[in-house]
Every structure is written in C-alpha cells, then in structure tokens.
C-alpha cells in the first residue's frame, strides 16, 4: 500500500496516527497501533544504520573482554529518548596468530560483551605453515538482535584472546540497525 506523507521530525510524534509515517534520524518510521511489540510501535521500513568504524590496527591480548589497544574502540550510542529491538553487527578483518583463539563482542550499555554475540575464529597449530609465511587474514562478522529498553545506550566494541598470543585487527566496526522503536 501507499505510505501517504511522509515529515521529517527531529523526534517521534507524541499522538501518531495508526499508519502514520515520519523520518527519523534517516530512518523511515511507520507507526503501527496494533504493533505485535506494544513497547515499540515505530516499525522502522528502511534507512541507515548507526555505523562506527576504525580503520587503525588495534591488538587484542587479554583472555577477559577489553577494549582493542592502539586504535578503537568502536563505538555507537542509541538515540535519545529511544529504545526498541534493534539488530547488531561487529566485524573487520582479523591477522590471526599461531595457535590463537578470537572474540569480537561489545558492551551494551551496562552489561557486558558477550560470547554469544561474538564473531570466533579459531586456529590450532602453526597456520603459518613450513615456510613461516604470513598468517591468515580473514573477514568476519556477526549479527545478533537486543531489545534495549533503556534510551541513549552506548554499545562499545570489546575484544578478547585465548593468551597463546595478541591478534591484530584491522577495519573493524559496530552497526546498529533499529528494527521497531519506542520512546
């Protein structure tokens, strides 16, 4: 069906129209009143996402999760005065070493970076081969999705190894793509 008119609004309208639609920090909003999240009634139809990026090595050492060393973290914040159930996902490009075991997670808010939302690479014995040559750099990236009840969280990239040795990272990001929302 047709969307009707669409306004540009620097926030989300207090009294919305069933199927009224706004766009919202570059996001095309469709307010749904028998929304199947009654919490998020904004089904966000398109738009970008919210991205940072570090093009910088940064180095992961440590066995708990950290920030990369270096160059980053990466970071992204919700907006103000928003929340919903919004998709994540991290990724870059990771120079392995020998024998090393990666995490790329991030923090939401107060809760701490998760295995479970993690990109995992994983490398026995000398990926280097008889001739010590390069190590292996792959591209890697996961999606997970959260329901982030409270606004203006800041998601932070955090990293982690298994201590046989520091992993270099390169190219690495954070994005958040609202998928319903609320105020």
Known sequence: GQLGSTSKVSSLPGSPTDGQTVLFNNWLCRYDASAPFSAYPWAVLGGLPLRDEV??????????YANPTSAGPCIVTMPAGINGIVEVE?????????????????????????????????????????????????????????????????????TRENGAADCELTRRYLELMPLFIGT
């Open 55 to 64: 093009s910088g090595t940064g180095y992961t050492s440590g066995t708990s």
């Open 90 to 158: 991290v990724g870059g490009e990771i120079n392995m070493c020998a024998g090393g075991h990666f995490w790329q997670s991030y923090s939401v808010g107060g809760t701490a970076a998760s295995d479970t939302w993690a990109n995992r690479m994983e490398l026995s014995g000398n990926p280097l081969g008889p001739d010590d040559q390069q190590a292996p750099i792959v591209n890697l990236s996961r999606k997970a999705r959260h329901t982030i009840s409270s606004t203006g969280v800041t998601l932070t990239e955090k």
